[in-house]
């Protein structure tokens, strides 16, 4: 099943006049801002759109399958599912003085780092621009109109470190980016993209107009090990990784922060911090330590060593961070949501995996 043509944020935007056919055309320029500039939850708070145009529509190109608030209400995560089945997952979080949206951008993900749920589960399939621009539209809409407890109405930042490789599926995410930045108004500076290391599209990302964030999931600091985590790295080694992340910097003035997920008695030796250390100097990169979160397919466990690790980055002059709890909250969700429930759905179908 599919409803493309009545799903506005399946429609270009310039194009949505055709979805109000026989309206007069300042519908499609208020609708647009319905979508964009003032997202709602439903086509019925389209206020100002006559009944008849906003019974045509089907607002969100997903159903919503599960939502999960945590962190006292500061925290909302959504499993949305597309009518093809396909699951995306976004999760709120907000802050006294912010709030990010952690968005996906592929249905799964092709490349099967060993430690990522997402990874575990392979790849489904990539997600359109308008499904990924409306994951952002649907947690601003949320913000907006049911709000977080002592988070601003506002979002502010946008990352995308939900399921997928954003740069595994370029043209789609980058006119999600150029609908968040030239639609809904927001800031390219708010806006951060992670990937494993796809080095041409790094090189790509540097010749775009915006000045997005840029992070990198390096993992280790040297090849034999990131292979055996990130299999993509026999494709673009660490090297080539490096020079496109200088490159990035160079070209776009902003510093790009590195992502290092901690696995206990892998990656949290002394030498590897050392490497990392290196790699963060030349780089000017932030480190972003992330505790992991033990998957089901994967015996690897979070490291014990988190803090000797963060302290002997920060004795080599490097800006380290741990993900701090809420951070984790993302990774958390990142993969693991779509999990839960497949492991619910296996649990179900038990019963009957015995006959024959
Ligand atoms: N594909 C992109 C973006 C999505 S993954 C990338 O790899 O960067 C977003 C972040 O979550 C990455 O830094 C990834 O390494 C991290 N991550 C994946 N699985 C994790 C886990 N089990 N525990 C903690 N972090 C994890
Ligand atoms: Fe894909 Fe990123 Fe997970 Fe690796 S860590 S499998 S690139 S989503």
């Given at each position: 099943m599919s409803y493309h043509g009545q799903v506005p944020y399946l429609t270009p935007p310039d194009r949505l006049g055709d979805l109000l056919?026989?309206?007069?055309?300042y519908r499609a320029t208020q609708l647009r801002r319905w979508l964009y500039r003032t997202p709602v939850l439903r086509t019925d708070d389209m206020t100002n759109l006559p009944l008849e145009a906003r019974n045509r529509?089907?607002?969100?190109?997903?159903?919503?399958?599960v939502e999960q608030t945590a962190d006292a209400g500061q925290t909302v995560k959504w499993l949305f599912r597309a009518p093809d089945g396909a699951a995306m997952e976004a999760v709120l979080i907000g802050y006294p003085d912010r709030a990010t949206v952690c968005i996906s951008s592929q249905a799964g993900c092709a490349l099967g780092c060993t430690f990522c749920a997402t990874g575990q589960f392979g790849f489904e399939r990539h997600l359109d621009a308008g499904e990924i621009v409306a994951q952002v539209a649907y947690a601003a809409a949320h913000l907006r109109t049911v709000g977080l407890a002592g988070v601003p109405r506002r979002l502010t930042n946008i990352v995308f470190?939900?399921?997928?490789?954003p740069l595994a599926n370029y043209d789609r995410v980058r006119e999600a980016i150029r609908r968040i930045v030239e639609e809904m108004s927001m800031s390219a500076r708010s806006i951060t993209v992670s990937t494993v290391g796809l080095v041409p599209g790094m090189r790509r990302l540097a010749e775009e107009p915006w000045p997005v964030n840029l992070a990198v999931s390096l993992h280790a600091a040297d090849d034999e090990l990131r292979t055996s985590l990130v299999p993509i790295n026999a494709r673009y080694p660490i090297a080539e990784v490096e020079a496109a992340a200088a490159h990035y910097f160079e070209t776009k003035g902003r510093r790009v922060s590195i992502e290092w997920t901690l696995m206990d008695g892998v990656n949290d030796t002394d030498e590897q911090a050392d490497g990392l250390a290196a790699i963060a100097r030349r780089l000017h990169a932030h480190v972003n330590v992330i505790e992991m979160n033990p998957t089901p397919l994967s015996a690897l466990q979070p490291s014990s060593r988190i803090d000797r690790f963060l302290a002997r980055l920060r004795r080599s002059g490097v800006n380290a961070t741990k993900r701090i709890n809420r951070g984790q909250e993302i990774d958390a969700a990142c993969g693991q949501l779509r999990a839960i429930q497949a492991d619910e759905q296996l649990k179900t179908a038990a019963p009957n995996a015995d006959i024959g």
């Open positions: 056919e026989g309206e007069p055309t529509l089907r607002l969100w190109p997903f159903d919503v399958e470190m939900g399921m997928g490789e």
